[in-house]
């Protein structure tokens, strides 16, 4: 199905008990001078998800009115809060967890995170304070790498945490906005959690001083929703699953024994582990009787 352009910033998914399995995937067409990138803004997705996605159409120069899968599914990360934030680092995505209007909902969006040696350590913890333009202080570890840089920059279009920043309450990191939105989905930081102009505005307007953050590493979800298993996978960049096959076992014996026995599709959960598109695909239902 052909799905219509619309801005798809930190759309709410009101939580179901027993379901971790969110969404739908969708195809658009490509319009004139119009890349991946753009697309994938257009529908709150970053470049790791757009390009994972879709391996056989070039990013930059994709074939006007060529279909474009939209993966706008997600299976939620084990390790999730009932309130709070969980930044998945193999996903570059964020995810907000809380209760609204006396639902349980969780809101969802792509990130920019460090890069090689400096990904940002797994851990809790907390805001410690939020900014409006905020002036960057440039760390000591950047000015070593980029000696022409000041030691601050004022708030402005040059300025590489946009317009709001959301402090965490260890190290020098933080969650903020960006002046190069193509960052986001992508490995560009030197540990701060990178969101686009238009979310980190949201997220600002939500999230109080004093909410927990959890910095994970998932690169392999499963979750269930629609009667099925789902596998969600992306690429292991920091190399830190040693046998995925042995935690999807695991995870998906776990499901029987809640569930009952499972049909398991073992073709498309080999297929899901080599090609590491990011969409969520069905790899179990329960046994017919």
Known sequence: MLYPYSSWALKCFILSPGT??????????????????D??????L??????????????????????????????????RVNSGIVVNLAEMRLYYFLSNDGHDCFFTAPIGVGTEGFLTKLGVYK???????????????IKKAEPDLPDKVLPGPDNPLGDFALRLSQMEYAIHGTNK????????SHGCIR????????????????????????????????????????????NQIDNPLSKIMEQLSFYETAIGPLDIDLKALFRALKDKTGVPTTVAHPKKP
């Open 20 to 37: 971790t399995f969110y969404g739908a995937t969708h195809w658009v067409k490509v319009n004139e001078n119009e890349t991946l990138l």
């Open 39 to 44: 697309i994938a803004r257009d529908f709150d």
């Open 46 to 79: 970053g470049y790791n998800q757009i390009i994972a996605a879709n391996p056989d159409i070039d990013p930059w120069i994709p074939a006007q009115k060529s279909l474009v899968l939209v993966p706008l599914a997600f299976v939620l990360p084990q390790e």
């Open 127 to 141: 805001v410690k304070s939020k900014t409006v333009n905020p002036t960057w202080v440039v760390p000591e570890s």
């Open 181 to 188: 939105p193509w960052g986001v989905g992508r490995r560009v």
């Open 195 to 238: 969101m686009y102009p238009e979310d980190i505005a949201e997220i600002y307007s939500m999230v109080p001083v004093g909410t927990t953050v959890h910095v994970i590493y998932e690169p392999i979800k499963i979750g269930w929703g629609d009667g099925r298993c789902w596998i969600q996978v992306f690429d292991d960049f920091d």
